[in-house]
Each structure stands twice: as structure tokens, then as C-alpha cells.
């Protein structure tokens, strides 16, 4: 069940209670999350490169440039773009926790760019497959570090909104790609821009995100960890409330993070064995490795590259159609992803990914039967019923598996290991997407129909392991949420999260009121007989 216990006109953090506030009327964090807006783009540039492969894929003349190529070497060429993602994973968490998360955004950005300029130029088939390598190797650094930057960024408030609308900004880069090689199909099957435009405009993401990174500052959980502690407090201030250092929020965050960070620090090494080296990590473990495979092998990766095929199975082969099609389900699954943002602490993780999946499995087992109808008949009804169905998955899916993919895989991991086991679920989707693109063409020209019934057996399967280890973590503050993984073990968990620490935090009694300006959630003053430092020092004695 989730964690209801703020009112609505309250949020939680650490067991206190802060009156809820309206962003558009804070200065600081209202240019900090139209920035952030641009940072999310990362995922876009996945979601325009699934639509514009479906695109090119149906338009004439990108078949005329390129010979028409045959199931294998489309196969190829859109699994390489995973292939250049896996290569990456070994750098993407060093680039994140040594360089910081901007560094990581732009680097990755300038990546990306390089490909799409080798892509635009596409000579040849193998110019175009090498050129989508660096694409996919751009995409996994940025990737790394992106959700990071804005999980670690955003005001306690609205973590869960931010971070979920990350991943549906990919829905926002299908539609334009999508729409875009509609619009330039018109061009003719004989001109080659209408192809190269949309092309060229994958690196359109990456610009923006390249401009407006030098907006935003660093991480202040990055800032601590390498020690600049001052520069942190300010990020903070700076961001949560209006630049005051002694606003009560500020400084139990500033606290929660110190403390947690040099914790880890000095109880956990920070190799990839702390993946499995606890009972709670193995449990984030199993989650961040279905999350991969599950958001990719649930039958949406059928549609995200090989909507032409499926629309072939159907019986609609003509391009304009099939062009209009995949950009009316793009739209709609944006707009489902995007209202589902809000209403990810209201409805909780555990009952939308359980609603979810369940929806996926009894529209795909419908989808699945007039699959069978329509080869077998060539039932117009049932093939319009298919496309409806089609549409109805996807509407399921949107309801958790596009926005809290990204969402709820950062938050349960504690800072010492995030960028790792963020590196986990990418590794686990581009293992997908690889199966996907290099498989399912091959599957389904072999099988048809009938390979829909591998998908209808997984998802029964994704269902159950949804059911077993998924927990809720709605209304939990990012440091707190290792109580519902480590208990009264955690780390911070069992020094402030946890009624046992709490009763410590009473003892210890850290905080003392003194005067001056107030910040948007109150004024509140460390004690100048304890200060972060003394006061982590008699926590941590309590380990010993």
C-alpha cells in the first residue's frame, strides 16, 4: 500500500511535515525545471530513433537509396544502435561519479551529434549501420547520466512527476520523428531529402541539450561525495528555497545527504559486488533486470520498430496508411504517459505496474486471437479490431512501464550505487532491444501470427514477478526510501528513516532554532555546538 501519511496540503521528509508549494512562483526552481525540460530530452532522441526507423522503413524512397534491404539487414541495422549502447555501459557510471552528471550529459550529447552527422551522410548501408553505432554509444553516457541529474536536482515535491516524465519524452521524439517522415514522404519516392530531413533532425534533441546544460548546476549529492560541501548547500538553497542556506528543508536535506553519503563511504565499498552483496541490493538487483527486459520484451517492441511488419500481417501495405497510423499511436501514448506523471503518488508504483501488466497481457491475448482470424480469414473486423487492440496495449503500458522505467528504477538506488545499477537497466534494455530488432523481423516473417503467443506466456510471466517483488515507494524522500529495501540495516534507513533512528535523531536532538530571514519551508539552524560533521560522527557511533 502506498505511504500515505502527509495530508494534501503537506509533503513528508524524514518524518516531517513541509506545506506543499507551487514551482511556477519560486524564481529559482522555476528556471531550474525549464532547464531540466531540455535535459530530459535524452530519452527523445531513443523515441525519434524507433519512429524514424519505423518511418524510413515504409518510405519509398529511402528503400529506392538503399536497395530495399532485406529482413537481415534491417535487423542489423537497428540492432546496432544497441550494440554501440553495451559498449558504452563499461565508461557510463565512472563517467557520471567521476566526471559529475553534466559532464556525462555532455559528452554523451556530442556523441550522439557526431553519429547523426556519419548517419545524414549515408552513402551506403554500411556507412548508415557503423554510423548508428555511435548514435546508440552517445545515447547510453547521456542516458547514465540524465535521470541522475534531475532525480538529484528536483525539490522533494515533485521527484516523482520530474523523473517520470523523463522516460515520456521519448513519446515526444516519436511524434516528431513520426510526423516528420510523414511530411517529407511527400517529397517524392526519386528525392533523397525525404529521407535525409528527418535524418538530420534526430540531432535536434542533443543541441538543446547541449545549450541548456550550462544552466543547470551540478548535483549537489555529486558536489558532496567529492567533498565540496559548500558549493552543495548552495545548489540547494538555490534551487528548494529562493537561496536561503538556513531554509528547514535545505538543511535536513543537506543533512540526509551528508550523512548517508559518508556513511556509505565508510561501511560499503562502492565495486560492482555491492550489487549483490546485501539482501536488499539483491532485491533491486532482480528489479532493475526486469525493468530492462519487461519495458522492452512485453510486445511494445513488435510496434516501437516493426510497425510495418505488423500492419503487413494486418493487410495495410500502403505507406501513407501505415505512416498515418504510427503517428496517431504515438500522440496517444504520449498523451497517456504524460497523465499518468501526475498521477504516480495518488495511484502508488506497485498498483500501476500490477494494473499495467495485467492490462498488457488480456489486450495482447486479444490482439493475439484476431491476428489468428485475420490470417486465417482475412476478416476486415478483426483486423480493425487488431489495430484497436494494438492501441489499447499500448495505453496499458503508458500506465508504468514508460514513465516509471526510468522513475522508480533511480530512486530505490542508494547514491553509493546509482549510476551502477542505473548501468544495469540499461544494459538489460539494450539486451532487449538487441533480441528485438535482430530477431523479431526473422520471428515474425517465419511465424506471423503465432509468434504473438511467445509474447502472451512472458507476460503472464512478467505479472507474477511484478507481484512478487515490486514494493511501493510513493511519498518516500529519495534518501529514505533503503527503509523498504535494507530495514532497520539501512543506511541512513536505520539512522533517520526507520522509528529507531528517529528516536536517535530525538536523542542526538541535531537541530536548534535561531532567528533570521525564512526560507520557503521555515528557518532552521544547525546548533553551533553540532555541526553535519559532529553529528554524523555520534550516528555513526551508534553502528559500533
Not at 557510463?92 to 547523426?116: F, N
Request: glycine share 8%.
Amino acid at each position: 500500500m502506498p505511504f500515505y501519511t502527509a495530508s494534501k496540503a503537506t509533503f513528508e521528509v524524514a518524518g516531517r511535515e513541509f506545506p506543499r508549494i507551487t514551482w511556477w512562483n519560486e524564481p529559482g526552481m522555476r528556471s531550474l525545471y525549464i532547464c531540466l525540460g531540455f535535459v530530459v530530452l535524452t530519452s527523445a532522441t531513443n523515441g525519434y530513433d524507433g519512429s524514424l526507423m519505423n518511418g524510413l522503413q515504409a518510405m519509398n524512397s529511402w528503400k529506392r537509396e538503399f536497395h530495399d534491404p532485406s529482413t537481415s539487414a534491417r535487423g542489423l541495422l537497428n540492432a546496432i544502435m544497441s550494440v554501440g549502447s553495451i559498449c558504452a555501459l563499461p565508461v557510463v557510471p565512472y563517467t557520471a561519479d567521476i566526471l559529475g552528471r553534466r559532464w556525462g550529459i555532455i559528452i554523451g550529447c556530442t556523441i550522439m551529434i557526431l553519429g547523426v552527422i556519419l548517419q545524414s551522410i549515408g552513402i551506403n548501408m554500411q556507412l548508415l549501420t557503423a554510423s548508428r553505432f555511435f548514435v546508440g554509444f552517445g545515447v547510453a553516457i547521456a542516458h547514465g547520466a540524465s535521470p541522475l541529474l534531475v532525480t538529484e536536482l528536483v525539490h522533494p515535491q515533485h521527484r516523482a512527476i520530474y523523473t517520470t516524465i523523463y522516460n515520456c519524452t521519448w513519446y515526444f521524439g516519436s511524434i516528431i520523428a513520426s510526423w516528420t517522415v510523414f511530411g517529407t514522404a511527400k517529397l517524392g519516392p526519386n528525392n533523397n531529402w525525404a529521407w535525409r530531413v528527418p535524418v538530420v533532425l534526430q540531432a535536434l534533441p542533443s543541441c538543446l541539450q547541449l545549450i541548456f546544460i550550462w544552466f543547470v548546476p551540478e548535483s549537489p549529492r555529486f558536489l558532496i561525495a567529492k567533498g565540496k560541501h559548500e558549493q552543495a548547500l548552495r545548489v540547494l538553497a538555490d534551487v528548494h528555497a529562493r537561496g536561503h542556506e538556513d531554509d528547514e528543508l535545505v538543511q535536513l536535506e543537506f543533512s540526509e545527504i551528508t550523512e548517508t553519503i559518508k556513511l556509505e563511504q565508510e561501511y560499503e565499498s562502492n565495486g560492482w559486488q555491492q550489487l549483490i552483496k546485501t539482501k536488499g541490493n539483491r532485491h533491486r538487483l532482480i528489479i532493475l533486470i526486469s525493468l530492462g527486459f519487461f519495458s522492452q520484451w512485453s510486445g511494445n517492441g513488435l510496434v516501437s520498430y516493426y510497425m510495418t511488419d505488423v500492419l503487413n500481417l494486418v493487410g495495410i501495405k500502403e505507406e501513407n496508411l501505415q505512416l498515418e497510423i504510427n503517428g496517431i499511436l504515438n500522440i496517444v501514448n504520449f498523451l497517456v504517459a504524460l497523465f499518468m506523471c501526475f498521477w504516480i503518488d495518488k495511484l502508488g508504483r506497485r498498483p500501476l505496474f500490477l494494473t499495467a501488466t495485467a492490462g498488457m497481457l488480456g489486450s495482447f491475448i486479444i490482439w493475439t486471437v484476431c491476428a489468428s482470424i485475420v490470417a486465417k480469414e482475412s476478416n476486415t473486423r478483426a483486423g480493425n479490431a487488431e489495430i484497436a487492440f494494438i492501441f489499447i496495449f499500448y495505453c496499458f503500458y503508458n500506465m508504468a512501464w514508460s514513465g516509471l522505467l526510468v522513475g522508480y528504477a533511480v530512486e530505490i538506488l542508494p547514491y553509493n550505487i546509482r549510476a551502477k545499477g542505473m548501468t544495469v537497466l540499461w544494459l538489460a534494455i539494450d539486451l532487449s532491444l538487441f533480441f528485438n530488432s535482430y530477431v523479431n523481423p526473422v520471428a515474425l516473417g517465419e511465424l506471423g501470427w503465432k509468434y504473438y503467443i511467445v509474447y502472451d506466456c512472458w507476460l503472464a510471466f512478467e505479472l507474477f514477478i511484478v507481484w512478487l517483488f515490486y514494493v511501493e515507494t510513493s511519498n518516500t524522500a529519495l534518501e529514505e526510501i533503503v527503509k523498504h529495501f535494507d530495514g532497520e540495516s539501512a543506511l541512513l534507513g536505520g539512522a533517520v528513516a526507520t522509528e529507531k533512528g528517529r528516536q536517535l535523531v530525538e536523542q542526538i536532538d541535531t537541530f536548534g532554532r535561531a532567528g533570521g530571514e525564512e526560507g520557503i519551508h521555515g528557518t532552521n539552524h544547525f546548533s553551533d555546538e553540532k555541526t553535519p560533521e559532529v553529528v554524523t560522527e555520534e550516528r555513526k557511533s551508534t553502528f559500533n
